[in-house]
């Protein structure tokens, strides 16, 4: 899914960053070769915020642009 939703943006996949609440997703998300940003209980991600209301889009900004 990730990647296809990168495709179809015509993103590139290491441009973009997966927010995820499961585990499964924050693995999808690396398996695709995004970062990726570990909310609520998902565990692995680059990143992690304890809730999903305290991830600010400038923090995202923050956090995806200081790796590139």
């Known amino acids: 899914v990730f990647l296809k939703a990168a495709e179809m943006l015509g993103a590139e996949y290491s441009r973009c960053l997966v927010v995820e609440?499961?585990?499964?997703?924050?693995t999808a998300g690396k398996a695709a070769g995004m970062m990726t940003l570990a909310v609520g209980g998902a565990?692995?991600?680059n990143y992690?915020?304890?809730?999903?209301p305290a991830v600010r889009?400038?923090?995202?900004?923050?956090i995806n642009s200081n790796n590139y």
Request: charged residues 35%; hydrophobic residues 35%; glycine residues 16%.
């Open 21 to 26: 609440d499961a585990d499964s997703g924050i």
């Open 43 to 45: 565990k692995g991600g």
């Open 57 to 62: 889009i400038l923090d995202i900004i923050r």
């Open 48 to 52: 992690y915020y304890k809730d999903l």
